[in-house]
């Protein structure tokens, strides 16, 4: 990965919520599905990310920034840059070459060894290869370890009907890839799945990272979600407030027959248990009282002989 700082367009000094402004600028005009034409543009998304992660990390950063790793997290061997490096295995009296350095190096692990002319350490690790001669746990293994690819944050929009039955969603990665998302039973909003395997590519070979998928439930047109419970508007006409009847109510499992006592106040929900989210919570229907269309004589002079012979209070 080249420079961090440069793949975003800041300075080391950039603030933490510069650095996020940053990025969501450059993730936004570089996503693979705004940019469907560019062969490029899933490998650009794939390096702003990295480097967002990688400068989002602050022991990875401060160790960046004090130069003891690399832009891949790799890190740097002091001693090769020096002027006893500089110098090369040819080094006159009182100087030193690289060798003599890795040599030195080597005999705090029980002594250096020769394999086809380089000096490898014991177990026949090669510090120029990163790997170990006999197959063993060494420096080769440790570093394979840090080549596994980003883990990618994604966000999943889920309807309320899907996550009650804990359906399968379609979801597409920052890879372009599509997967279906298998949802958790009684799954909440805001909670996090992590897809192992489905996050950014290793540019080192490894293995990818995985994707963290965070669940957000969609605004839904008709229900108001409060915790498990669910509030929705049902209308109804002045007859059925007056007299009574049944209705038919919408709910995440179909619609279930609701009966209005006669006489019923509209400012009184009617609950019916166990219809809410995941069925740990109830169903609130708030009656609404919806007057003909346009208006309708009969009614207004019903209302006039009402008004001027049976008035009733209704506020203090």
């Known amino acids: 990965m080249r420079d961090p700082y440069t793949v975003l367009g800041v300075s080391r000094s950039v603030s933490e919520k510069d650095l996020k402004s940053a990025y969501r600028r450059l993730a936004k005009a570089n996503h693979p599905d705004q940019n469907k034409d560019d062969p490029k543009a899933h490998a650009k998304f794939a390096e702003i ?15 960046y920034d004090r130069g003891e790793i690399d832009a891949e997290g790799n890190p740097k061997f002091a001693g090769f840059g020096g002027a006893g490096a500089r110098r090369g295995a040819g080094a006159g009296a009182g100087g ?3 060798e003599d ?3 030195e190096f080597m005999s705090g692990f ?27 746990p060494g420096f080769g293994g440790g570093r394979a370890q840090s080549n ?41 909003d805001g909670q996090q799945i992590r897809l192992k395997g489905q996050g950014m590519p290793s540019h080192l070979g490894g293995e990818p990272g995985d994707a963290i998928v965070t669940v957000k439930f969609e605004r839904h047109r008709q229900f108001r979600r409060d ?15 007056v007299l009574g009847g049944k209705v038919r109510v919408p709910t995440l499992d179909g619609s279930a027959e609701l009966t209005l006592p006669a006489n019923i106040n509209t400012a009184k929900a009617l609950r019916l248990k166990g219809k809410g989210l995941h069925g740990a919570g109830d169903l609130y229907a708030t009656l609404k009282i919806v007057l003909p269309e346009n208006g309708d004589p ?17 506020r203090d």
């Not at 990310?49 to 160790?63: E, G, H, I, Q």
């Not at 002594?111 to 197959?135: E, S, V, Y």
């Not at 990618?152 to 996550?163: K, M």
Request: avoid cysteine; charge should be neutral.
């Open 148 to 188: 596994k690819g980003e883990d990618a944050n994604v966000t999943l929009a889920v309807s309320l009907e899907d996550a009650h039955k804990a359906a399968s969603v379609p979801l597409r990665l920052p890879t372009n890839k599509v997967v279906n998302v298998k949802l958790p039973e009684t799954v909440e």
């Open 110 to 136: 029980g002594g250096a060894q020769q394999r086809g002319g380089r000096t490898t350490g014991p177990g026949g690790w090669d510090p120029f290869n990163g790997t170990m001669g006999g197959g063993g």
């Open 49 to 63: 990310s990295a480097a967002y992660d990688f400068l989002t990390d602050k022991d990875r950063k401060a160790a």
């Open 298 to 314: 009969d009614l207004e002079g019903l209302m006039r002989f009402w008004r001027d012979q049976k008035p009733y209070k209704v």
């Open 101 to 103: 350095i890795l040599k």
């Open 227 to 241: 915790g498990a419970d669910l509030r929705v508007e049902v209308p109804i006409a002045l007859y059925e407030a």
């Open 96 to 98: 030193f070459s690289a």
